[in-house]
């Protein structure tokens, strides 16, 4: 059984990593895990842990500080490393908390430091092929070290469930940590914008926006903020509401992935809205299952939403209809053939 030596300081609990966790259990991999105390100085705890030689190194989302010991060691063993960074420090702090300007000398040298750091990988992995386009245009990754592997969704959580219909009133929710790309104001407007009674919106989780979301809602009835709940309990939750959203933020980083909450939703067999962009594949944007709003705007979420509920017996077949395409594009079969793509393409 070949041997995969996860590196550095994960979360292995972070749904990313489970997944992926599971697709190398499934293609006939063991996964040794290695947590140094000190990212910065991993290659030398190392030598003390004894690690043994293994068939590939991996690298886990969020870790670009442990690349470096990383490295080091695949090289000194001679198998390939493969990281899976998941976001880019660069594009995360430059174009979604705009912490820098673009042309300033702190950002340039962030972006610097970035395409060193990819550049240690035999193999780099991406979570959209519109993500790959970023990694090969901005960081100057080769295009034939290049992969991508969706995030896709843990099917033994999120899976289709019978919902249990509030008697003469629609939810439509959104849950999330609150950040830029979510465009949760964008939502907020929406809401601020239809003044029905039978539709309740709900904001489900908390993060660094919170305060802001706050004071735009102000005195709002119809929508309101819930506080993040344990995740093996989410999927219950998302199954109560007749609508879920995705993500409507005008940022960079939204034209390049497809988040957690698409996949999920998709896989509970929810009628889902979300904001267009060409991180999706092709098949899927042709579809009018799913809801289609251009990004930053609250009037096309609001008029799918009351489109839908002009006729809501339709919501469960459009459901229905969209875990179907999940099953085509994104279940754990096709996962598991992108992965073992990648690693076929590492071992080479």
């Not at 102000?218 to 309101?224: A, D, E, H, M, R």
Request: charged content about 25%.
């Amino acid at each position: 059984m070949p041997i995969a030596l996860w590196w550095g300081r994960s979360d292995e609990d972070y749904s990313r990593n489970r997944i992926v966790a599971d697709l190398f259990k499934q293609s006939g991999w063991e996964i040794s895990i290695y947590r140094p105390k000190i990212s910065r100085i991993g290659f030398a705890s190392a030598y003390f842990n004894r690690l043994e030689r293994p068939d590939i190194v991996w690298l886990p989302c969020f870790r670009h500080t442990d690349i470096p010991s990383a490295s080091f060691w695949a090289r000194k063993w001679g198998v390939p490393l493969v990281i899976d960074p998941l976001i880019s420090a660069y594009e995360k702090e430059v174009f979604e908390r705009e912490k820098w300007e673009k042309d300033s000398w702190q950002a340039k040298r962030r972006l610097k430091w970035e395409q060193n750091l990819f550049a240690k990988a035999d193999i780099v992995v991406g979570d959209t092929p519109k993500h790959l386009d970023f990694y090969e245009e901005t960081l100057r990754v080769e295009r034939g070290k290049l992969f991508h592997l969706y995030v896709g969704a843990e099917e033994k959580l999120f899976f289709p469930k019978p919902q249990i219909k509030q008697p003469d009133q629609y939810e439509v929710l959104f849950y999330g940590s609150f950040l830029e790309l979510h465009g949760i104001e964008t939502i907020v407007e929406a809401a601020r914008l239809c003044q029905d009674a039978n539709i309740q919106w709900t904001l489900l989780g908390d993060g660094a926006l919170r305060k802001n979301i706050e004071k735009q809602i102000g005195s709002l009835k119809n929508i309101s903020i819930e506080p993040w709940i344990p995740y093996e309990t989410l999927p219950d939750r998302l199954a109560r509401a007749d609508i879920l959203l995705g993500i409507f933020g005008n940022t960079t980083l939204t034209t390049l992935v497809i988040p957690n909450k698409v996949f999920q939703s998709m896989a509970l067999a929810k009628p889902i809205i979300t904001g267009i962009s060409a991180a999706y594949p092709d098949e899927m944007l042709k579809s009018n299952v799913i809801g289609w709003a251009n990004l930053a705007n609250p009037e096309e979420i609001l008029d799918i939403v009351t489109q839908w509920l002009r006729d809501p017996q339709d919501l469960m077949e459009r459901g229905k209809q969209t875990r179907n395409i999940f099953n085509e594009l994104f279940s754990y079969d096709h996962l598991k053939i992108l992965l073992e793509k990648i690693l076929h393409a590492a071992l080479k």
